[in-house]
């Protein structure tokens, strides 16, 4: 069975993502990022999956910048809908709660919700973790906001749901792994260049897929680790490196950058 690992506690979105992807899969909960990267380069895994980008609160920098330090490829991409529930040990009440735990994110998420309740809000690291925290706890009074799936993994109760704020939130997956994957009839690639820092320089990188009428998906600059107020640049394009016209503009960019990395060509996520 396919071995896949992802960062959080089994029933997280992370979790969901690897079981939308695959299914079956073999999983690995991992507690942090890196340690996904790691478990597939020590083949403990076949594959990883991990969260880019949510739609609300934007891209996930560790993530991206974990895809510059690692040697591994995107595989794929998936969008997952966040739908989030509050859950306590069974026999508790809504009017009961005094504390709820979650991730930074889901609170703020169901940040309209939460302003009903009379409770402390107790940010942890994972949505999954905080139903685990109050399961294994035994903690009377206490909340935890997370998916619907995790009630029954660890037999709490689930008080109400679709609390999220916004009711169209999507986080955006990438499946990294060593192996590359098959030329798809729609493809998108990503890559991470820096340019030298002078007027007109990222315009002219901009250009060799302008003129190409290539698409750009996406544009973000992230700082650099090595000199203070320098930037490297993270783009999606539609295409894949094997098609003509993608393959000259990646060779006239690196005429036109300091650094280029390409980072996987993959079939893109038709939703």
């Known amino acids: 069975m396919t071995r896949v690992a992802f960062q959080g506690e089994r029933g997280s979105f992370s979790e969901d993502a690897v ?29 990883g999956v991990i969260p880019v980008e949510n739609s609300q609160a934007g891209s996930i920098n560790e993530s991206y910048d974990l895809l510059l330090k690692y040697e591994l490829n995107i595989f794929g991409e998936l969008d997952l809908r966040v739908s989030h529930c509050l859950l306590a040990l069974p026999g508790d009440t809504l009017e009961g709660i005094k504390r709820v735990y979650s991730h930074p994110q889901a609170l703020a998420q169901c940040e309209e919700f939460l302003k009903g309740l009379n409770v402390e809000l107790v940010p942890i690291y994972d949505t999954a973790g905080s139903a685990k925290m109050i399961y294994v706890g035994k903690l009377k009074n206490c909340a935890a906001i997370a998916s619907k ?60 897929f302008a003129t190409r009428g290539i698409n750009l998906a996406k544009l973000e600059s992230r700082p650099t680790k090595d000199k203070p107020w320098e930037y490297i640049f993270y783009v999606d394009f539609e295409g894949h490196i094997e098609d003509e016209v993608s393959r000259q503009a990646i060779e006239e960019l690196g005429d036109k950058t300091t650094f280029l990395k390409l980072i996987g060509s993959y079939p893109s996520f038709v939703q």
Do not use: W
Request: aromatic share 14%; glycine share 4%.
């Open 149 to 208: 799936g995790v009630s029954q993994l660890y037999h709490i109760t689930i008080l109400t749901q679709n609390i999220e704020t916004n009711p169209n939130i999507y986080t955006k997956f990438f499946v990294i792994s060593q192996q590359k994957p098959k030329y798809a009839p729609r493809n998108k690639t990503s890559l991470i260049f820096a340019t030298n820092n002078i007027p007109g320089a990222l315009y002219a990188c901009l250009g060799v």
């Open 19 to 47: 079981m939308k992807f695959f299914a079956p899969a073999d999983t690995l909960p991992c507690r942090y990022l890196p340690q996904v990267f790691e478990a597939i380069l020590s083949d403990e895994a076949d594959f």
